[in-house]
């Protein structure tokens, strides 16, 4: 059974940053690539980060470009998203997701087939 779980969400101030964990079973890591995707309250869900299975290649929305980065620790099977310079806007639920598929890094969530529950984001101002 493939189980992605993610961890280290919070309550954080604006300005402040966090680190996200997707610790991850059943699957063989390295054959994945991994996503990070966000989700507020009556909005859909949107793309945040992407990265390729040895890590060579990440993708980013561009409203987190240089805030951000996703790393990814075969050893571990973990995929990491460092998030620094919080601001409001980056409230949401953050998703962890997995795709064996191949060919570009996209930024649609239809690619990928494993998704983890979810874990909070909260910044205030």
């Known amino acids: 059974q493939v189980q992605l779980v993610e961890s280290g969400g919070g309550l954080v101030q604006s300005g402040g940053s966090l680190r996200l964990s997707c610790v991850t079973s059943g699957l063989t890591f390295s054959a994945y690539r991994f996503g990070w995707f966000r989700q507020s309250p009556g909005k859909d869900r949107e793309f945040v980060a992407a990265?390729?299975?040895?890590?060579?290649?990440?993708l980013y929305r561009d409203s987190v470009k240089g805030r951000f980065t996703i790393t990814r620790d075969n050893a571990r099977n973990t995929v990491y998203l460092q998030m620094n310079s919080l601001n409001p806007e980056d409230t949401a639920a953050y998703y962890c997701?997995?795709?064996?598929?191949?060919?570009?890094?996209?930024?649609?969530?239809?690619?990928?087939?494993?998704w983890g529950q979810g874990t909070q984001v909260t910044v205030s101002s």
């Open positions: 997701a997995a795709t064996a598929s191949g060919g570009s890094l996209t930024t649609g969530p239809t690619v990928y087939r494993y």
């Open positions: 990265i390729t299975r040895h890590g060579a290649t990440t």
